[in-house]
């Protein structure tokens, strides 16, 4: 499978501890990006990245909350001192980046890391 | 990016054309209309955009009005597993601002 891919699928935590996630982009796409989705609500973007360089990040995106991309394949996410308010679905997505060429960049989305927050 | 709005949910029977409205009245003259769905514990999958003209693939066919101002999603001959919450996105930067979008339930 050649898709994007997330690990872990599910995650359970207490209030107070840091958790990481990682997602791996397609190979060849050379933007990856993060939402996050709750429940009854549309995926909400957060940041994304154009190779390593993290180009624009939500004001969703508190200080709490760290994404990286160090060689420009796989992105990692991590929240510190999480929050019962941090539980949700967070989706990574890759695209190609064929915005000049297509005037638009489809993105295709990983199966998403669940969060719980106990 | 435009504000879109669906309604929150429809229903159609199975074989026969499903067709979602979306109103995106502010709309501008550079802003693509996207449509994704999301299948149920999946992530969001693209179906199709277009800026001006209508469109097709093999996936379905979106018609846009001459003014912009709204367009319609057809999946010709629905199935069971076209059952899925459809966005319909108005923007002009790579960053998708999803709203709530239409849960079409497909029935047998």
């Known amino acids: 499978d050649t898709g994007v891919s997330q690990d872990p699928r599910h995650k359970i935590t207490k209030r107070g501890q840091n958790v990481t996630f990682r997602c791996d982009p397609i190979?060849?796409?050379?933007?990856l990006y993060w939402y996050r989705q709750t429940l009854g609500q549309g995926p909400e973007f957060l940041t994304y990245?154009?190779?390593?360089?993290?180009?624009?990040k939500s004001r969703l995106l508190s200080d709490r909350f760290s994404a990286e991309r160090p060689k420009g394949s796989f992105s990692t996410l991590e929240i510190q001192r999480t929050e019962q308010g941090d539980s949700a679905m967070y989706l990574c997505?890759?695209?190609?980046?064929?915005?000049?060429?297509?005037?638009?960049?489809?993105?295709?989305f990983g199966p998403g890391t669940r969060l719980t927050v106990l | 990016d435009a504000k879109t709005t669906q309604p929150p949910s429809m229903d159609c029977a199975e074989g026969r054309a499903a067709n979602l409205p979306c109103n995106h009245s502010?709309?501008?003259?550079?802003?693509?209309v996207y449509w994704y769905r999301q299948i149920h514990s999946q992530g969001p999958q693209y179906i199709i955009h277009?800026?001006?003209n209508n469109e097709t693939n093999e996936m379905a066919s979106l018609i846009i009005t001459e003014d912009r101002k709204s367009s319609t999603l057809i999946l010709p001959h629905a199935t069971l597993r076209d059952t899925a919450v459809y966005y319909c996105?108005?923007?002009?930067?790579?960053?998708?601002?999803f709203g709530t979008g239409t849960l079409l339930a497909v029935q047998p």
């Open positions: 190979s060849e796409h050379n933007r």
């Open positions: 996105i108005g923007g002009a930067t790579n960053k998708l601002i």
């Open positions: 277009g800026l001006k």
């Open positions: 502010t709309i501008s003259g550079n802003e693509y």
């Open positions: 997505a890759s695209s190609l980046d064929q915005w000049r060429t297509s005037g638009m960049d489809e993105q295709f």
């Open positions: 990245f154009q190779n390593e360089a993290q180009l624009e």
